[in-house]
Every structure is written in structure tokens, then in C-alpha cells.
């Protein structure tokens, strides 16, 4: 469900939302959601001094419910 939440929310604010990939790992303290996006929209999903990507990690933060979510965001070239 987070990872649903937040790929809808990245590919409202890319340029290209058909390379956006949210992927869900399961981490000892939580879930980490890792954010692959296209290389041009990489600081557009940042944002201005990390603006976007604190508001993004913010509203999963609060939808979720089963513990501490993690967000990573990286272009869709890092493998």
C-alpha cells in the first residue's frame, strides 16, 4: 500500500512517469521503499535543498502503520 501511495505521488511530479519503480524491502526496523526514477527527473523528485523528497517521506511516514518507513531515491542507471 506505501509503495502504491508513493510511486502515485512520484509519477505526479516527473517528467517521465512510465520509468518511475517503486520497489518495497523489509528492513530490521521497518520497510525501506526504494524510488528508481529517470535520470532528468531525478532533481525534480529531490527538489529544491531536498524539499520534495522530505514532503514525500513525510506523507508516507504518516500513512504508515506498522513501523518506520525508509525512502531511497535514485536514478533508474544506479543499479
Same mark, same amino acid.
Given at each position: 500500500?506505501?509503495?502504491?501511495?508513493?510511486?502515485?505521488?512520484?509519477?505526479?511530479?516527473?517528467?517521465?512517469?512510465?520509468?518511475?519503480?517503486?520497489?518495497?524491502?523489509?528492513? #530490521?526496523?521497518?520497510?525501506?521503499?526504494?524510488?528508481?526514477?529517470?535520470?532528468?527527473?531525478?532533481? #525534480?523528485?529531490?527538489?529544491?535543498?531536498?524539499?520534495?523528497?522530505?514532503?514525500?517521506?513525510?506523507?508516507?511516514?504518516?500513512?504508515?502503520?506498522?513501523?518506520?518507513?525508509?525512502?531511497?531515491?535514485?536514478?533508474?542507471?544506479?543499479?
Amino acid at each position: 500500500m506505501l509503495a502504491d501511495a508513493l510511486e502515485h505521488l512520484v509519477r505526479g511530479i516527473v517528467d517521465h512517469p512510465d520509468d518511475v519503480q517503486v520497489a518495497a524491502k523489509p528492513l #530490521r526496523r521497518g520497510e525501506l521503499l526504494e524510488v528508481r526514477v529517470h535520470p532528468e527527473d531525478l532533481g #525534480r523528485v529531490i527538489g529544491r535543498g531536498g524539499r520534495t523528497a522530505r514532503a514525500l517521506r513525510t506523507v508516507v511516514g504518516a500513512l504508515a502503520i506498522d513501523g518506520p518507513v525508509r525512502i531511497d531515491v535514485v536514478d533508474v542507471d544506479r543499479r
